[in-house]
């Protein structure tokens, strides 16, 4: 029974994240239009574009490989996987064990070196381009990444995002490492997602894209499902920041269905702020040169490192 | 039994290259001697298997031969069985990919003699057990593997990289020479197991420490003694290039456990410091160089720089935990360093298996001469795909999984009293991060350039498959890396006596947990399970295709690139290796490679083409080894001056010498 339970909220989790992706991509574009002072596109918009997209032929390049077509599929794989592994509405995930945190931030370095790769594959001129940078900016962006995961652990004294979420529930405090790896990760899901200050994802010029310069190729239903999978690694983010630093609500314990229905309302109302936020913040702050960023992902890797300095010194950090 | 079987087999590869100094001219005589060294490197791998899993205690074997009070003595306990495993299971794939890639060697009659006393000199260094086996067999290794060096001796490269190789591994032996001095004391106690039961005053550990450094990590390839790897691991035959860097550095890796965890004795806890701090300075320049570098075979060889660092980063946490009585973070950290010695083995040999499948297709080591192959040598590209992703720390194959115990050591180490290891501990392990994340760029770098895009030269247009045997080598050895990656808990109960016999205690036995899974320490702090995740990624992507393929649009189109409109048929305008590593170059090689771009943009009018000129620079070599050499050379011009002295003038120096030395001899007593 309770093998049961928990498969089924494994299952309710995945497709849910699935579903609501390309919504929270259609409420950021909203507000962000509203911010703008302009009308904006329908908030399920990005549900009609992947319909679309899928409906169409596919071009292909004549000199891509059988990489170029297969990597879309395992781009959005290991991305799902990912965000399937982090704690939304309720903690008892069945697979949780599966991996930790350190094993997600691996899993979308794998969609990363997929993406990058394809870029390549067909041999433009944009596509090195962007590999080239996003690259440069994961070397950053990975080691940050980390660094928020020791500090994290550290505190909780687990990598288990379950864990995680269960000992903040029960330990609510106010910490200065906690308070350093938060704006450590905001700054590295900003640059994971390309969003404004990083990268522009409404951009249209070339020589500014890093994520759009590599999927420059990409048609049809390569491209519907390279979308979802950026819809997702960005769900997945703000999933993992209300995990970690603001888990009240999280469906944890003995399961009731009255616990869940308080667990995914508090996720959707995560959601909603998650994605306010971010687009706040984005419609405040011009993007910046390519070799600005650098410094910009360098202070999230101090932060972390600091934040783990500290609680290397002492642990009431 | 073990220990005779091992020499004996031995003894065969020994005899195979007298065989192969015979047979060299005939053309039958590549595939008998890789054939003899394939066979026999399956059986040494069966027998260390049997040693290891059959948890066999540490057997014996005196020789009269050697020094004639000592013998030569040997010994095979967990420790050498599972060096001896990670050895010939390197040697077994190089010997089976050599049965096609040596067909194309030019002077087979340079390589075939020296291929298995190199593998002779590696298994003989593991099972010696007194100093002065030791020392014959580590030189032995050494020899041959210079030889080997040389095979293509008329590329002035390769004999510059022979001269400088043959210098460092003089001077490595030369400092292990000491150590042993050192740990024999005035009696001259060279067996391992009289040092074993010998202590030691603080300051002469210390300084067998820092020789035992020097002398194991400059065959392994530690900064700052790294600079002859680049250039002699690249300049052998591929399949001995996979050696050296797969499975040489595990032979100096083994020294070093050897001398510093077995035979000195209980360690302090500063010994880590010095450990660390050069584990993680290699792990960090070992990949900076290799994303700087053009040619495959060099970046290859940069990169296993990068990963000894890492599993000398295992090992100096597993001292430092040593040294506080913290036996159970000792053993996990010193099982991800074996772990990943293991592992490095296998994705390093693979690659530089492909390096040398797309070496005998193009003809071209500069990945700026290739591109496309992706398209013309599948297979090559899947294999070495496969490789890229072990390497970069992706689950869900091996290397993810030994960085991930690493990672779960360092979170371990809070706990160490010593504020100068609490304040260096997690500076080590955002360099682990770092390097783990370069080493990603590198080798996006290296495949997108060397096997994606277009072909740039028309060699790499018409480059083909290879042969066989070198595809099955390469096949094995991804297989193993997925198997290592999913199934972790099988090799880490197989370490165990390894790890138990050096630190005292080994992880939790990981077999009994359901699942699978890996719990390094329990299951509330951190898990993680390779095979899910593999089963994960596969259904989830087999999902994706059949939902897309049900529900989606099956049309498709072969069009010329989208290129934003402007497409060009020119493959020079795609994107370059030195274009690729620009921004890295940029943040990090600046103040560290003193890398500079000049760009020489004539003037309007002028039909001069603009020129962008990159250089990089090892800081090290021009600090460190520039002057030293200089100064040796203006010395050696001094002192030639002795040569050409008269009878008289000799007799005199020779006279002063003596009284000197007397001199010398009555003061001291």
Redesign the interface.
């Known amino acids: 029974m309770v093998l049961i339970l928990d498969l089924a909220v494994q299952g309710v989790q995945m497709l849910a994240v699935l579903a609501l992706a390309p919504l929270l991509l259609g409420f950021t574009r909203k507000v962000k239009a509203r911010l703008l002072r302009r009308q904006g596109p329908p908030l399920l918009q990005p549900y009609r574009d992947l319909l679309r997209l899928s409906r169409k032929e596919v071009v292909l390049a004549e000199n891509a490989s059988w990489l170029f077509r297969s990597a879309p599929y395992m781009i959005f794989a290991a991305t799902w996987v990912a965000a399937a592994l982090v704690p939304t509405f309720a903690t008892g995930l069945h697979f949780s064990w599966t991996a930790d945190l350190i094993a997600i931030a691996a899993l979308l370095g794998s969609a990363r070196v997929f993406l990058a790769l394809v870029g390549m594959d067909v041999g433009t001129s944009f596509g090195g381009i962007g590999s080239s940078r996003e690259m440069m900016f994961a070397s950053l962006a990975e080691p940050a990444m980390i660094m928020i995961v020791f500090v994290v652990a550290l505190i909780a004294g687990s990598t288990q995002l379950s864990h995680i979420a269960i000992f903040r529930q029960e330990h609510a405090s106010l910490r200065v490492s906690l308070g350093l790896a938060l704006v450590a990760l905001v700054i590295v899901a900003l640059a994971e997602n390309a969003r404004i200050p990083v990268d522009n994802p409404a951009t249209h010029l070339e020589l500014t894209m890093v994520h759009e310069a590599m999927v420059l190729e990409y048609s049809g239903r390569h491209l519907a499902v390279i979308e979802l999978a950026a819809a997702l690694k960005l769900l997945l983010y703000v999933s993992l920041v209300g995990c970690i630093f603001f888990p009240w609500g999280i469906a944890s314990g003995e399961p009731s269905p009255a616990a869940y229905a308080l667990g995914a309302v508090t996720y959707l109302a995560k959601l909603a702020a998650g994605g306010f936020l971010l687009v706040a913040f984005e419609t405040s702050i011009a993007k910046m040169r390519v070799f600005r960023v650098p410094e910009f992902l360098g202070a999230a890797l101090m932060l972390g490192l600091l934040g783990t300095l500290l609680l290397f010194v002492s642990r009431t950090f | 039994m073990a220990v005779s079987a091992t020499l004996a087999a031995i003894a065969v590869l020994l005899g195979t290259a007298a065989l192969a100094i015979a047979v060299h001219r005939r053309p039958s005589a590549t595939a008998l001697i890789y054939g003899i060294c394939l066979a026999v490197s399956l059986l040494l791998l069966a027998l260390a298997g049997t040693s290891l899993l059959g948890r066999q205690p540490a057997q014996h074997l005196t020789l009269p031969i050697g020094l004639p009070w000592l013998g030569a003595r040997f010994r095979i306990d967990a420790l050498t069985a599972f060096f001896q495993i990670v050895i010939n299971l390197g040697a077994a794939a190089a010997s089976l990919y050599a049965l096609g890639y040596g067909r194309h060697e030019e002077a087979p009659g340079r390589v075939l003699p020296f291929y298995p006393v190199f593998l002779a000199g590696m298994n003989l260094v593991l099972v010696a057990d007194d100093a002065f086996t030791f020392l014959v067999a580590w030189e032995f290794m050494s020899l041959s593997s210079w030889a080997l060096v040389l095979a293509h001796h008329h590329d002035r490269e390769n004999a510059r990289a022979g001269y400088i190789y043959i210098l460092m591994a003089s001077f490595g032996t030369f400092a292990l020479l000491l150590a042993f001095g050192l740990l024999a004391g005035p009696s001259g106690q060279y067996a391992f197991g009289d040092i074993r039961g010998m202590t030691h005053a603080g300051w002469l550990e210390g300084l067998v420490l820092v020789l035992a450094l020097v002398g194991a990590g400059s065959k392994a390839g530690l900064v700052p003694l790294h600079v002859w790897l680049p250039l002699a691991h690249p300049a052998a035959p591929s399949h001995v290039s996979a050696l050296m860097s797969g499975v040489m550095t595990k032979v100096a890796i083994y020294g070093f456990i050897r001398i510093v965890f077995d035979l000195l004795g209980p360690p302090s806890w500063w010994w880590s410091l010095p450990v660390l701090g050069l584990a993680s300075a290699t792990a960090v320049l070992g990949v900076l160089y290799a994303l700087m570098q053009r040619d495959l075979k060099r970046l290859l060889a940069y990169s296993t720089v990068e990963n000894v660092g890492i599993v000398f980063i295992g090992l100096g946490l597993a001292l430092a935990f040593m040294a506080n009585n913290m036996a159970g973070p000792a053993a996990l950290a010193f099982t991800a360093a074996l772990f990943h010695a293991f592992n490095h083995s296998l994705f390093k040999s693979l690659m530089f298996f492909g390096a040398g499948a797309v070496l005998t297709a193009t003809g071209a080591r500069d990945i700026e001469k290739l ?2 192959l ?2 013309r040598m ?1 297979q090559t ?1 899947f294999v070495f ?1 496969g490789g ?2 072990a390497i ?4 869900p194959l091996n290397g ?1 999984v030994s960085e ?1 115990l690493m ?2 050591a ?2 371990l ?2 706990d160490l009293p010593q504020w100068g290891l ?2 260096s ?3 080590v ?2 360099m682990l ?2 390097a ?3 080493s ?2 590198c080798f ?2 290296a ?3 060397a096997f ?3 072909p740039r030269t028309p060699e790499a247009a018409e480059a083909a498959e290879v042969d066989t045997a070198s595809r099955a080598s390469m096949f094995v050895l991804l297989a193993l890396c997925l198997i290592a990656g999913v199934l972790p808990g099988l090799l880490i109960d197989a370490i165990a006596p390894t790890v138990a016999g050096q630190i005292g205690q080994s992880m939790p036995a990981q077999s009994t947990i359901p699942g699978w ?1 890996i719990v390094p320490i329990a ?7 390779g095979l ?2 593999f089963i ?3 259904v ?2 087999l999902v ?2 059949q939902f ?1 393929h049900r ?3 099956d ?10 409109g402007f ?1 060009n048929s020119d ?1 020079a ?3 370059t290796a030195d ?6 170059r ?3 090689g600046e103040n560290v490679l003193m890398a500079r771009d000049t760009v020489d943009m004539p003037p309007p009018g002028d039909p001069r083409p603009a020129r962008l000129t990159v250089t990089v620079r090892d800081p090290i070599w021009e600090v460190a080894y520039a002057p030293l050499s200089s100064f040796i050379s203006y010395a050696a011009e001094q002192l030639n001056h002795l040569q050409f002295l008269t009878i008289r003038r000799y007799l005199s120096l020779v006279f002063a010498a003596l009284i000197i030395l007397l001199l010398g001899v009555a003061i001291w007593s």
């Open positions: 591109g496309g992706i398209l599948p590209a795909l890229v992703l970069s720390a992706l689950p993810f991930w990672f779960q360092v979170l180490s809070p609490k304040l501990v997690p500076a392990g955002a991060a770092l783990a994340a370069l990603a760029a996006v770098r495949f997108g350039i994606l895009g277009r899974s299951e509330s702090r951190s898990s993680y399970n899910l995740v994960f990624i596969t989830s992507t994706a295709i897309i529900f989606a649009s049309a498709l189109r072969r069009a010329p690139a989208w290129d934003c497409p493959p305008t795609q994107y274009s690729f590593a620009q921004p890295v940029r943040v990090f």
